[in-house]
């Protein structure tokens, strides 16, 4: 496995693991209503990194694409 590829596989990783926060996250804020203003915070900061780390594993597979040919 090249380093390309190891870093695609580390960054898909990372996607499911924030994924999956994110989702207990919300499950956490939808079970309990007086939840703090924080924690909505800290769910839309995670998305925002979510969303950053969706466009950099696109970037790699491109990158990914353009080496094999």
């Known amino acids: 496995m090249t380093g390309?590829?190891?870093?695609?596989h580390d960054l898909s990783d990372a996607q499911f693991s924030l994924q999956t926060a994110i989702e207990l996250l919300v499950s956490l804020e939808h079970?309990?209503?007086t939840m703090p203003q924080?924690?909505?915070a800290v769910v839309d900061h995670l998305r925002s990194i979510k969303s950053e780390l969706d466009q950099?594993?696109?970037q790699l597979l491109?990158?990914?694409?353009?080496e094999s040919h």
Not at 4 to 8: D, I, S, T, Y
Not at 62 to 66: K, M
Request: no cysteine.
């Open 4 to 8: 390309l590829e190891n870093a695609q």
């Open 31 to 33: 079970d309990d209503a």
């Open 38 to 40: 924080q924690l909505h």
């Open 56 to 58: 950099s594993f696109i």
């Open 62 to 66: 491109e990158l990914s694409a353009q």
